[in-house]
């Protein structure tokens, strides 16, 4: 007699059901679009992508855009590469991804300033504390738990920024909802210092708390951030202090490329 499996549960996943387990063709291609980008050290165009997968450009071009939005992909000069969501992912199952700054590092400059001390991510439009030295709950819970946190309105979001390719960077700003319209005009006028130093100092753009961030780059590109952060008075009145302090550490970690 041939078993049906009449008795399993209902939406129960039996041998059998997992035999006939189907593709799907966007997530397939989904698929097939971030592997072959990681395997290219070069990037790949859209025409490339569009081969690779034997589709029309017009059918991928939506894809990679939605995997750009959400960090998945980067764009540099008309080459894809894959993003920082991915590292995100491995970050949550506990893989680094900075090298160039460590725990230890942290653990320094929070003892040098006094004062707690993050490294930061861009993932799509959103900043993430990825580790981070400090006594504060707040910090840490939002290090620990992975929270979104707003790109324009952090320092070291500014710094993040403005390493951002400027199609991405001025599609960001204008995406921005009307009470954010003074922020974006002081980030531009921040812009050329920043990204001349590597360097935001005190932007004051938050009433919760304010700080001093420094950019980390790996391979030449700016991937993530090193910010001291306190009390507004606090990094108001040690500016100068604290700037001098990440100034030095990130020619450090800088001079560690190789």
Not at 116 to 126: E, N
Not at 132 to 154: D, G, H, P, W
């Amino acid at each position: 007699m041939t078993s049906t499996n009449a008795d399993a549960p209902e939406g129960s996943t039996t041998p059998a059901a997992a035999a006939v387990r189907k593709r799907h063709r966007m997530v397939d291609r989904v698929a097939a679009i971030l592997e072959s980008v990681a395997r290219s050290s070069e990037g790949l165009t859209l025409t490339d992508l569009a081969r690779t997968l034997d589709a029309p450009v017009s059918s991928i071009q939506g894809l990679v855009n939605g995997l750009i939005a959400t960090g998945y992909l980067e764009e540099r000069e008309r080459r894809y590469f894959l993003g920082t969501a991915p590292y995100l992912l491995n970050l949550i199952v506990g893989r680094r991804m900075v090298t160039r700054v460590t725990p230890t590092e942290l653990e320094n400059i929070s003892a040098e300033t006094g004062l707690t001390t993050l490294l930061a991510i861009a993932v799509g439009s959103d900043v993430f504390y990825i580790d981070s030295c400090t006594s504060e709950a707040r910090y840490e819970y939002l290090s620990k738990n992975l929270v979104r946190r707003s790109l324009i309105r952090t320092s070291s979001g500014w710094v993040l920024l403005s390493g951002m390719p400027q199609r991405d960077l001025w599609a960001y700003l204008s995406s921005r909802p009307p009470e954010d319209e003074e922020l974006v005009e002081r980030f531009l006028r921040a812009l050329g210092d920043i990204r001349e130093t590597g360097l935001c100092a005190g932007p004051q753009i938050s009433d919760i708390a304010d700080g001093v961030s420094a950019a980390v780059h790996e391979d030449g590109r700016l991937v993530a951030t090193v910010s001291v952060v306190g009390s507004s008075e606090t990094i108001t009145a040690r500016r100068d202090d604290l700037v001098d302090v990440l100034r030095r550490h990130k020619a450090r970690w800088d001079g560690n490329q190789v």
